[in-house]
């Protein structure tokens, strides 16, 4: 669940959505109390976007997340939603309204993620490597543009559906992963996706390391089948 806030006003700010912050609250005081009415073991997670809106809360959404007894948390970042893009330019940050312009609060909010990382053991899934990695992309925005091309990006869903962003790539169902991403599917999702014509922003989730790495077992059994 996100929870980009304490504040369920600045979640509806943050979300767009008047009355979205109360809901994720309830959403999240409701699924710990019937994890613990039926002592189930699915674990209650949250994520937290770093933007100018939270920048300055996140060890209040950290203190948060762990009087509830959240079982973990996991912090992101916002970026152009696809790399490269001529229509965002590389100046795209200036002018959003989620980048936190405030470096010195940047530097501090990490900070005290890091400390917290330490502290609270097994809340906070990100991995310290990435909390510095983050700290030197909001000084600098463009120095992982080549880390995060939308060919990295692709999602599979229950069902077996491949897709780049919202355009289908394949069934897992009928082919191997290696066949649905070829270059020319990729190539032409990619065609497609620039073409779009309400190009956004999106908060980014995929950024870290130990979870990346993670990932390299599964794409390995995956491709095997």
């Not at 369920?8 to 109360?22: E, F, S, T, V, Y």
């Not at 609270?120 to 310290?128: D, F, T, V």
């Not at 992963?177 to 014509?197: E, G, P, V």
Request: net charge positive; with cysteine; hydrophobic share 35%.
């Amino acid at each position: 669940l996100p929870l980009d806030h304490v504040d369920p006003a600045k979640i509806d700010l943050i979300r767009g959505d008047k009355g979205n912050g109360k809901k994720v609250l309830t959403a999240i005081d409701s699924l710990l109390f019937f994890k613990k009415e039926y002592r189930s073991s699915v674990e209650v997670r949250v994520q937290t976007m770093i933007n100018n809106y939270n920048v300055d809360s996140v060890e209040r959404i950290v203190q948060l997340a762990s009087e509830k007894g959240i079982d973990s948390i996991f912090f992101g970042f916002i970026r152009p939603n696809i790399y490269p893009n001529k229509e965002y330019g590389n100046d795209w940050f200036k002018s959003s309204l989620f980048w936190p312009k405030n470096k010195n609060k940047v530097h501090l909010a990490i900070k005290s993620l890091i400390k917290a990382k330490k502290s609270k053991k097994g809340l906070i899934n990100n991995s310290i490597e990435s909390f510095k990695l983050m700290k030197t992309y909001f000084e600098n925005p463009l120095y992982l543009d080549k880390r995060f091309l939308a060919f990295k990006d692709f999602t599979i869903n229950p069902y077996g559906e491949v897709r780049m962003f919202n355009f289908y790539l394949g069934d897992l169902n009928e082919h191997k992963l290696r066949d649905i991403l070829t270059k020319d599917n990729l190539q032409t999702a990619l065609n497609n996706i620039k073409c779009c014509k309400k190009p956004r922003v999106s908060f980014e989730t995929k950024f870290d390391i130990g979870l990346l790495k993670r990932m390299e077992g599964f794409k390995r059994d995956v491709l095997k089948h």
